[in-house]
């Protein structure tokens, strides 16, 4: 499998050989075979006559012919392998080796690659082989758990609405950012959306300081560098790829509500609140009113590439059709990406181009609120009358999901597309310029409209239609020029250098408009000024907004790596940046970094005692990085609407007025991060890798309350506090089996982090604590997360459960440990730490398996040491909130239950699980004596098969990015299984 899948990426210079070799006539035909070390056939090896340009491929078992004069030299190299020079003979039998575990393969790192053995950070790499076990229309799930330190979470289910979160090395700020830097093809800050899975050729990861300060600001949370597939330069045949699958999605679970039945049991049970409960006579399954049995997703990828001696070029197109398991959740994706290279100058100019566009139409009616309206509506009520009316569902924040989804429209089409053109002149011998110039575009329109009719507009329009449309549109500018200089000198010495500019202009504009008091549903949301909304007594029911904002980032960078005889590494990096979202008394920040490894596999004391090791490395880093935050103006005194006041003379008018106290001294939050690693490779077949961290983010961005006077309001921004992030991080990659007819490969990561709140206060301003993870609904219990001087981040922070008194009453520790009724319960005093919802502990193990043409592959992902607050079980396992539906648990575990819930550790449950993420299944085919068809494999691939938990809600996979983690909420979308089945062809 992994021999045709070097074959297809070798195409152009395979093909490139394949038209040259014709011009050759009349010269001696010299057969032969080319293996690799188990004997087998290494189809698409390139065999070339020395000094010319005539050359041929290997077939499927190896074998070539060649015309060559006699005495000629043929060069023979196969990726993977070393390149060897061999006297062409009759009947030749060349057998390769392999290169030492693709030590010499080049890794993109920020402006520029190196060599993978002369990284000196803590950099991860990934290719398009490691991702041909998966299928995921999301690019960012392609490497979840093939990366240490990388967190990649989906909390939403299977929404196909909604996107992944990522997160590297935990959480350093409060108020900034915590993703990642996405480059894509050097378009920095660059939008997902635009690249296919299918369209990936590598993926590398700058996951510490030294490796990322060379972005600066923007590196601050580690930078992700995708490069997509494109062409080989030289003559060529055009290449076609293709793949499609076809997917099905199975309910793997939803809350366990009572049943009708179960309803009518306890309401005639006699127990607590069964009095307040009522039967409608109905007998409705609210839990799967909303599913889609039927459901079918589908995707296609088609590409066309093709090259000539002066340039090449590679279309990609696509098309995903999302049909969930959830109705009224669709969403349609189609776009391509279009990549074109031109040479000249005797090749010392390269002209690059590339284009992507992503244009997609979803489906917004459908939430995670509607979902959890099934669950708390009485069973005993039918979704609709015999009449065929809908039932109206009383109760605050109450309706009937299936009326609001056959009477509301909400839509949403967003167009993005990035674009680029590089130019790189050849200066000299290893002197080059280049520049590049970048523009991305986001214009999204959203649509929405309640008809008349609706349960809605009777109750808050007066009976009206209700139409509202809001415009955004997000545009992004750079220009990036850098030259760059590389040379070996004497053999011992290497230099790699590069300097350059960076200039970054974005701009966010957006509008919304919305009006009720339609007479009729005929124009839905596309004559918004036919509503009477402004004329209705009582209160004004239309309205409109607007809002734009821009900022600008300009920055000087350099980067000098250095090798001496190829053991001793040194790279020094530094950025001088600047942003408008500072005053100018700290516009500009400066981000240095320094890092070095030693190669002791060089020293002559580990190759004469240890012969086995093929590599180690020993590197350490230390580096700088910057933050900014989200917002504009901070810095600035910024004015705001008022109410309204009646002006002598003129009349009602909107007032003005100072809404932000300014602070120029505003400045950068600084990132200062020490990485150690080592890296080791043995028998040419096990590769491991070890990282320790230390990061301290220093000068924290907050909120402060300020006193009036001298302030004119009562909260400034301030650069107060610091966060720790710490961690190890391991990664192991083992060929466990490698031959002619069987191989087995483990890739093996795990990671381990703490991060905890250092400081918040200073000689100025003073903060104890920040809250997050609001829990709302009645009784508003406020936040349960609270994060604290001294304390790790994620902590839940609420009441110690002591037990229940004789009438089901809560009873809660108070600070000297003594148990008490809720009811004397000091909220303020007797709260405090009951456990901690950031995972410190994530762990993945991928098996491949290859066995002749068929391949198999499973992956299991963890995380291990962290609790969930069950909210959904808070509220809806609680006898007080019937008659509304409640769960099973309410009548079991919590039956002796008599008050309203409260955020304890009584609902706090051990978050750890083991999932079984995907299973693959595949059969390449091969096609002897055809120049027409280059592969096919079919497979079939299902994910999220099982989960392996406690946990006692929907799934352990909850928000464990940012700052507000380990709440399982009660609204939700459904946990679900995926089939598919699908097909590569290349031809």
Not at 573 to 585: D, P
Not at 816 to 826: D, M, Q
């Amino acid at each position: 499998m992994r021999k045709i899948l070097n074959f297809i990426n070798r195409g152009g210079v395979i093909l490139l050989l394949l038209t040259f070799s014709l011009n050759v006539m009349a010269q001696g035909q010299i057969q032969g075979t080319v293996l690799d070390e188990h004997g087998e056939g290494a189809v698409g090896a390139t065999i070339q006559i020395r000094g010319t340009a005539q050359g041929t491929i290997a077939d499927i078992a190896g074998n070539f012919t060649i015309s060559a004069p006699a005495g000629s030299i043929l060069v023979i190299s196969y990726v993977g392998y070393v390149t060897q020079e061999v006297a062409a003979t009759a009947n030749m039998r060349v057998v390769l080796q392999p290169d030492s575990e693709l030590l010499d393969e080049l890794v993109v790192i920020g402006y520029g690659t190196v060599r993978r053995s002369e990284i000196t950070a803590a950099v991860s790499h990934l290719t398009a082989d490691d991702f041909n076990t998966i299928t995921s229309p999301n690019v960012m799930e392609l490497a979840r758990g093939r990366i240490p330190g990388l967190i990649v979470t989906n909390s939403h289910g299977t929404d196909p609405r909604e996107g992944a979160s990522f997160q590297i090395r935990g959480v350093g700020t409060i108020h900034g950012s915590v993703s990642p830097l996405v480059v894509i093809d050097g378009v920095p800050d660059a939008d997902l959306s635009t690249v296919a899975p299918e369209d990936i050729e590598s993926f590398s990861v700058l996951r510490d300081a030294s490796a990322a300060a060379i972005y600066g600001t923007r590196g601050a949370n580690g930078v992700i560098l995708i490069t997509t597939r494109k062409s080989a330069r030289g003559e060529q045949r055009t290449r076609f790829e293709y793949s499609t699958t076809f997917s099905h999605e199975y309910v793997y679970r939803l809350p366990r509500m009572l049943t009708a039945a179960e309803y009518r049991t306890y309401m005639a049970s006699g127990k607590f609140n069964s009095h307040q409960m009522v039967d409608h006579g109905g007998n409705e399954d609210w839990s799967r009113i909303l599913v889609n049995s039927g459901n079918l997703s589908q995707t296609h990828n088609f590409s066309v590439s093709g090259g000539q001696r002066n340039g090449n070029h590679r279309v990609s197109l696509y098309y995903m059709d999302n049909d969930p398991i959830a109705i009224r959740s669709g969403q349609t994706r189609w776009g391509g990406r279009v990549n074109a290279n031109q040479f000249g100058l005797n090749d010392r100019l390269e002209m690059r181009f590339d284009t992507g566009v992503d244009f997609r139409t979803r489906d917004n009616v459908g939430t995670r609120n509607a979902w959890e309206q099934t669950a708390q509506i009485n069973p005993t009520l039918n979704a609709k009358q015999e009449d065929g009316s809908y039932t109206f569902i009383s109760g605050f924040g109450m309706y009937n999901p299936l009326e609001r989804y056959n009477t509301m429209r909400d839509y949403s089409e967003r167009l993005t597309w990035t674009g680029s053109a590089r130019v790189t002149i050849n200066i000299l011998e290893g002197l080059r310029f280049s520049t590049q110039s970048n523009w991305q575009q986001r214009h999204e329109i959203r649509s929405s409209y309640w008809d008349r009719d609706s349960e809605r507009s009777k109750d808050q329009f007066q009976g009206g239609g209700r139409a509202q449309k809001w415009s955004n549109r997000d545009i992004r500018q750079s220009i990036e020029s850098t030259i760059d200089y590389q040379r070996v000198f004497n053999n011992i010495h290497s230099l790699n250098a590069v300097v350059g500019h960076s200039y970054e202009y974005n701009v966010y504009e957006e509008f919304d408009a919305w009006n009720t008091g339609f007479m009729n549903d005929v124009f839905l949301y596309n004559h918004l000024g036919n509503g009477t909304g402004n004329t209705i007594a009582g209160r004004d029911r239309s309205n409109m907004g607007s809002n734009k904002y821009d900022f600008k980032l300009a920055s000087f960078f350099g980067r000098v790596n250095y090798v001496l005889m190829d053991k001793y590494q040194f790279s020094a990096t530094v950025r001088h940046e600047g942003t408008s979202r500072f005053g100018a008394n700290h516009r500009w920040g400066t981000f240095p970094a320094l890092s070095a490894g030693w190669v002791l596999s060089q020293e002559d004391f580990i190759k004469d005692n240890f012969a086995l090791i093929d590599f180690l490395q020993l590197r350490a880093g230390f580096g700088v990085t910057g933050s900014m935050p989200t917002s504009n103006y901070l810095y600035m005194a910024t004015l705001g609407t008022g109410g309204e006041q009646n002006i002598p003379g003129f009349g009602w008018m909107q007032t003005w007025g100072p809404n932000r106290n300014p602070n120029p001294n505003l400045k950068w939050e600084r990132r200062e991060e020490l990485n150690i690693g080592l890296e080791i490779a043995f028998l040419n077949r096990f590769r491991g890798t070890i990282d320790v961290y230390n990061r301290m983010t220093k000068d924290l961005l907050e909120d402060f309350s300020v006193p009036q006077p001298p302030y004119i309001l009562d909260t400034m921004w301030a650069n107060v506090g610091s966060i720790r992030n710490r961690g190890v991080e391991l990664g192991i990659n083992a060929n466990v089996v490698q031959n002619n007819k069987f191989s087995w490969d483990v890739t093996a990561n795990y990671f381990y982090q703490i991060n905890r709140l250092m400081s918040m206060s200073n000689e100025y301003f003073s903060r104890e604590y920040r809250s997050f993870g609001g829990v709302g609904g009645p009784g508003s219990l406020g936040d349960a997360i609270r994060t604290e001087v001294g304390q790790p981040l994620g902590q839940f922070y609420g009441r110690r459960f002591a037990g229940l008194d004789d009438q089901g009453r809560w009873l809660f520790y108070n600070k000297n440990n003594e148990p008490v009724l809720n009811s004397a319960f000091n909220n303020a005093e007797d709260r405090t730490w009951i456990g901690n919802g950031v995972p410190p502990h994530h762990a993945s193990l991928i098996n491949n398996f290859r066995f002749r043409q068929f391949d198999f592959s499973f992956m299991l992902r963890g995380k291990f040491g962290f609790d969930i607050l069950n909210v959904q079980d808070m509220f809806y396992g609680n006898l007080t909130f019937l008659p509304n539906n409640v769960m099973h648990s309410a009548i079991t575990t919590h039956a002796d239950l008599t008050e309203a819930p409260q955020i304890s550790d009584y609902y706090l449950e051990r978050g750890d699980f083991v999932k079984l993420d995907n299973v693959t299944i595949g059969y390449t085919f091969k096609f002897a004596n055809q120049d027409w068809i280059r592969n096919l494999r079919v497979f079939a691939a299902g994910n999220n098969l099982a989960t392996f938990t406690g946990f006692s809600g929907l799934t352990p996979e909850v928000q464990d990015t940012g700052l507000t983690t380990g709440i399982a909420g009660r609204e939700f979308f459904p946990i679900s299984s995926t089939v598919m089945f699908g097909l590569n062809i290349g031809f």
